[in-house]
């Protein structure tokens, strides 16, 4: 798990399929025809890809992990160092996962009414899509804002963690 294609980036190529959907959806939706949601989601669909390229931003960045862990295990005389990465791995996958369930049901239940206007017009498949598309990008956006929370309290967890180890390896070499 430490190894240092690891390291580059969190989440590989999944960012990227994340902005592209988010990215195709809101070019869909400035158009006057092939719009997939309601016109009072066009502002939460430009939030929504901001957040996403941010949050790629930091993702890709490789802020928030492995700080300098190499060097004080160096100055320990090992390399072996197997007890932070999975953890913070554990809290980026667990927000990511909590938050798109979140918003996924959040956006579903605010574009709820594509399904009715659907049945209204006569065509309930076409109302069903853009629901599920809507339900999608919700999903997909609160995953990545998710995974940037996650790395978040995960690099501070790990900071002050081993803030505290250091303290703890001092005050026992003067005791």
Not at 75 to 93: C, D, K, Q, V
Request: glycine residues 12%; positive net charge.
């Amino acid at each position: 798990m430490t190894d240092d294609r690891r390291r580059d980036g969190t989440g590989g190529f999944l960012p990227f399929v994340v902005l592209a959907v988010n990215t195709l959806v809101l070019a869909l939706q400035e158009t006057k025809h092939h719009a997939l949601l309601p016109a009072t989601q066009t502002k939460t669909l430009w939030l929504a890809e901001v957040a996403t390229v941010v949050c790629l931003l930091i993702l890709r960045s490789g802020w928030g992990r492995d700080s300098g862990w190499r060097e004080a295990q160096e100055r320990l005389g090992t390399l072996a160092n197997n007890f932070y990465e999975p953890r913070r791995a554990s809290l980026i996958h667990g927000w990511a996962i909590g938050a798109a369930v979140f918003c996924g049901l959040w956006w579903g239940t605010a574009t709820w009414s594509v399904v009715l206007f659907g049945m209204r017009r006569g065509v309930l498949t076409n109302g069903l899509l853009d629901f599920e598309v809507a339900t999608t990008v919700g999903a997909l956006t609160g995953g990545i804002v998710g995974a940037v929370i996650g790395l978040a309290i995960g690099h501070r967890w790990e900071t002050s963690h081993r803030r505290a180890r250091a303290r703890a390896d001092r005050m026992s070499a003067n005791a």
